[in-house]
């Protein structure tokens, strides 16, 4: 069982983000018996109400996720291990992430404090190295604040240090026009060609600056604009100079080959590790296993059973106390087909590099994935988008960043039963 705990609250909202978290500004962050107190201790019941309903189940990973988790004090993510030790039997050496930002882990005594308690891996929320795209997302944290931040957790036991970081960013320089306008005439398509240098260049410096700190895993996201977003409106209003897909193509391809010379094996989409050093939370998703969702807004699988809690934190914190002995918080309630099942296992196992394992599918589904699916792998193949061994079926990094559109295809090729 793998243990995901879910912190709604950041300091300020970033321009890009959608995620579930309420800004508390900068006193609200700072105050330790304001709100995440209160949610703590809520927490600290959530947990006992799962050990009820489930009994003390092996846990092999637990991840802090959010929002933003360096936000909690160091005494409060310890009394919330001290929790789950007491409730379940969590392995020894199992992983314990922690997300956390580079302006709330300096805080003094935070790093030391959190792997004091327990954490033996971090996950940076950098972006990027650069002071205008920084401000463009609305990351309240510098480059040098990052910097500081990882070379300070270099000093401490942790097992694995990792930063997240973003390419296909929109151009952030005030000179830089509307992707309109780069369209037509020799000079602006050449002004168009430079952008795209200036992207993959800025890019190629992030991407350097995070190697050269050493950390031990990358995840490199693509930005995607979510609906209502600041940074969506403004794009929508064309005041914002988007990325072509050349640009991303060019991105991605560099960060592929990039971090393969300087030591990381990619095992999914978006995710780098030297050897040992992947994230088992993750690999967890990715292989089906079930996971516990503590928190608001918080996922859990078990079984055939998926349950989202209430988002809003009253209603969550309602949930959890007014919930009887042996039952789970009152949230929404999904009982899993086979066929979402298969999908679910086809979309996560293509976003991995390893790909879909063929006898499990073929196990599951009674169905030889090769057979089934004949025609689009044949032709995924022959476009260089996807390879096949005798025991996996997977997309090339050229597929992996096709993936959404090949996965769609894998969709609809299912039979009726599983669309
Ligand atoms: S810190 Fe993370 S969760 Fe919080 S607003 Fe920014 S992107 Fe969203």
Redesign the pocket.
């Given at each position: 069982m793998l243990v995901y705990i879910h912190i709604p609250y950041?300091?300020?909202?970033?321009r890009?983000?959608a995620?579930s978290?309420q800004?508390l500004g900068r006193q609200g962050a700072a105050n330790p018996h304001g709100p995440l107190a209160a949610y703590t201790s809520t927490l600290v019941a959530e947990i006992a109400l799962w050990r009820q309903a489930l009994g003390p189940v092996p846990v092999s990973s637990i991840f802090f996720g959010?929002?933003?988790p360096s936000l909690l004090a160091p005494q409060q993510v310890g009394s919330i291990l001290e929790a789950l030790h007491a409730a379940f039997r969590v392995a020894s050496g199992a992983e314990i992430s922690i997300e956390a930002?580079p302006e709330s882990a300096l805080q003094p005594g935070w790093l030391a404090g959190v792997a004091a308690a327990g954490v033996n891996r971090l996950s940076f929320?950098v972006q990027s190295f650069h002071a205008e795209e920084l401000r463009l997302l609305?990351?309240i944290h510098t480059a040098q604040q990052a910097i500081q931040a990882v070379e300070a957790a270099q000093r401490l036991p942790f097992n694995s240090i990792s930063l997240d970081l973003m390419w296909g960013l929109p151009c952030a320089e005030e000179a830089c026009p509307p992707v309109a306008a780069s369209a037509g005439s020799p000079s602006a398509t050449r002004a168009a060609t430079a952008l795209v240098r200036q992207a993959v260049s800025r890019w190629q410096t992030t991407l350097a600056t995070a190697i050269a700190l050493g950390p031990q895993h990358l995840s490199c996201y693509g930005l995607m604009l979510e609906e209502g977003t600041p940074l969506a409106r403004q794009a929508e209003g064309n005041t914002l100079a988007l990325p072509p897909d050349r640009t991303l193509t060019a991105q991605y391809l560099h960060t592929v080959h990039a971090l393969r010379r300087a030591g990381f094996a990619q095992y999914e989409i978006a995710n780098f590790a030297k050897p040992g050093h992947q994230c088992q939370h993750n690999l967890g998703y990715w292989h089906g296993e079930e996971y516990m969702g503590l928190g608001p807004a918080a996922v859990a699988t078990v079984g055939s059973v998926r349950r989202t809690n209430p988002a809003d934190v009253a209603a969550w914190h309602k949930a959890v106390v007014q919930c009887s002995p042996g039952k789970l918080p009152q949230g929404e309630e999904e009982h899993l087909t086979p066929a979402t099942l298969e999908q679910e296992l086809l979309m996560l196992a293509l976003r991995t590099t390893q790909g879909l394992p063929l006898g499990p599918w073929a196990q599951r589904t009674g169905r030889a994935f090769t057979r089934q699916f004949s025609t689009l792998v044949d032709s995924l193949q022959r476009s260089g988008l996807a390879t096949r061994t005798a025991t996996h079926f997977a997309l090339t990094p050229r597929g992996l960043l096709l993936s959404n559109a090949i996965i769609e295809q894998f969709f609809a090729a299912l039979p009726a039963h599983s669309g």
């Open positions: 950041c300091r300020g909202k970033c890009y983000c995620f978290s800004p959010g929002g933003t930002n929320g609305g990351r």
